[in-house]
C-alpha cells in the first residue's frame, strides 16, 4: 500500500512523516480527507493549490479552500489533512499510479471525510426548492472521483461554500429529506450510504451504475476511479482510448469478482416469446445476407451501465438455484466464473432445454444468470 502525504493541519506545512493506512490504523493516528471538486480556469480558485505550491509557501497562507479545510480538521481535534491536489505530487506518474490504486482504501479509512459543496449555499435550515435543486445539481455529484470519496468512509460531513455544514453521512436516517436529497442525486439508498460496509453485498452492474454518468476531466479515470470501489487493483496508463482503460477494468473484475451482472449492460431486452433468432436464415450454411449484432457480450464502458441499477448478484449457488428451481446437483460457486481467453469468453453457465423459435435451423437455449432484478417494493 502506497505512503500518505500529510498536511500538517495547524501550520499548513507537510508532515516530516509519511504513513501508510496499517501504520495508521496500528498507531490510532486520526487523519481527515478533502473531497472536492478541482477549480477550472476563470473560477476564483484556479488553480488548484499543487504539491509544488505548499513546497514554495512553507508556513504561509495556503489557498482558501486548503486553509479552510485545515481549519475544519483543526475543529475537529485532528493534525493530519490530506487533499489530493497537493499532497500527490501531480506530475510525478510513479506517484500518481499506486494513489490511484489506494485511493479508496485512504478515504475509507479516513477518521474524517469533508465535502466541499463549492457551488451550494448554505442549508437555510429547512428544505426549500430553490436550495433542493441547488444541491442536486452540485457539480460534486457529477465528478467520477467523488463517488468513492461518498462511499468509503464512515463519517462524511458536507460542507456549503461558506464553509458551514450541511449534513453528515452517518446520521442520513435521521435527515430526511435530505437523505432524499442524496439519493436523487446519486441514485444511491440511503442505507447503503450510511453503511459502507454494505458494499460488499452490491453487485457489480450496481456499482459501476452509480458512476456510469459522472465525468472527468482525464477520460480514462471514468474506469480508473471504479477501481478501489470494486476490490481491484490496475496498471494505470493515461494516453489510450476510454474504451481501452475500461478494459484493464473489466478484465481484473473478470479475473477476481465472480458475478453475473456484468453481463446485464445496456438498453432492456425486447424480445418476444417464441424468440426469432435476429440471425436467422433459411439456408443455415449461407449466412452472407445476415447483417451482424450490433452489440458485444461484454461492455465497452461505464456509461454502458446506466440502465443497471437494479441488478443484484445471488453471489453464492445454492440461493440461486434454489430460486430457480433447480436440484443443485454438481453446481458450485464456479457457476458464476467469466473467463476472458484467447479465442474470446468461457463461461459455465445453466441452461435450459431449447425452446420454441420460428427458425428450426437455430436451436435456442436460455442462459440463466445468478442475478435477479430489486423491484420498487424490494423484491
Not at 450541511?166 to 436529497?181: F, P, Q, R, V, W
Request: net charge negative.
Amino acid at each position: 500500500m502506497a505512503q500518505m502525504r500529510f498536511l500538517h493541519a495547524p501550520t499548513g506545512t507537510f508532515s516530516e512523516t509519511r504513513y501508510t493506512v496499517d501504520q495508521l490504523k496500528a498507531d490510532g493516528i486520526p487523519y481527515a480527507c478533502l473531497s472536492h471538486v478541482w477549480s477550472k480556469p476563470g473560477d476564483s480558485g484556479y488553480p488548484e493549490c499543487s504539491y509544488q505550491d505548499v513546497l514554495k509557501n512553507r508556513g504561509r497562507r495556503l489557498s482558501s479552500k486548503i486553509q479552510r479545510f485545515c481549519d475544519v480538521v483543526k475543529g475537529n481535534g485532528i493534525e493530519l489533512a490530506w487533499a489530493d491536489s497537493c499532497c500527490i505530487n501531480q506530475d510525478d506518474l510513479a506517484e500518481v499510479q499506486p494513489a490511484v490504486n489506494s485511493m479508496f482504501t485512504w478515504y475509507r479509512n479516513a477518521t474524517l471525510c469533508v465535502v466541499f459543496l463549492h457551488d451550494v449555499d448554505d442549508y437555510p435550515g429547512h428544505l426549500t426548492a430553490q436550495w433542493a435543486t441547488q444541491f442536486c445539481d452540485s457539480g460534486w455529484f457529477t465528478r467520477c472521483w467523488t463517488l468513492q470519496e461518498l462511499l468509503g468512509p464512515d463519517s462524511v460531513i458536507f460542507y456549503s461554500r461558506n464553509w458551514r455544514p450541511i449534513m453528515d453521512k452517518a446520521t442520513l436516517s435521521n435527515s430526511g429529506e435530505l437523505a432524499a436529497l442524496v439519493e436523487c442525486a446519486t441514485g444511491i439508498p440511503p442505507s447503503v450510504l450510511e453503511d459502507p460496509r454494505s458494499l460488499a453485498n452490491i453487485s457489480v452492474a450496481q456499482k459501476i451504475s452509480w458512476g456510469a454518468l459522472r465525468r472527468a476531466t482525464k477520460p480514462e479515470d471514468a474506469s480508473y476511479s471504479l477501481a478501489g470501489l470494486l476490490g481491484v487493483s490496475l496498471n494505470v496508463r493515461y494516453g489510450i482510448t476510454v474504451e481501452e482503460a475500461f478494459q484493464l477494468l473489466l478484465s481484473q473484475v473478470l479475473q477476481r469478482i465472480p458475478d453475473h451482472t456484468v453481463l446485464l449492460w445496456g438498453h432492456p431486452c425486447q424480445a418476444q416469446y417464441p424468440f426469432t433468432p435476429p440471425a436467422c436464415h433459411d439456408d443455415p450454411h449461407s449466412l452472407q445476407d445476415v447483417a451482424p449484432l450490433q452489440t458485444h457480450l461484454l461492455p465497452g464502458c461505464p456509461a454502458d451501465f446506466c440502465m443497471s441499477p437494479r441488478f443484484i448478484s445471488f453471489h453464492r449457488a445454492q440461493p440461486f438455484l434454489d430460486a430457480a428451481g433447480i436440484d443443485r446437483g454438481r453446481a458450485t460457486d464456479q457457476i458464476f466464473v467469466i473467463r476472458r481467453t484467447a479465442d474470446g469468453v468461457h463461461a459455465k453457465l445453466l441452461l435450459s432445454l431449447p425452446v420454441p423459435t420460428s427458425c428450426h435451423h437455430f436451436p435456442t437455449r436460455i442462459a440463466l444468470l445468478g442475478c435477479y432484478v430489486n423491484g420498487p417494493d424490494g423484491k
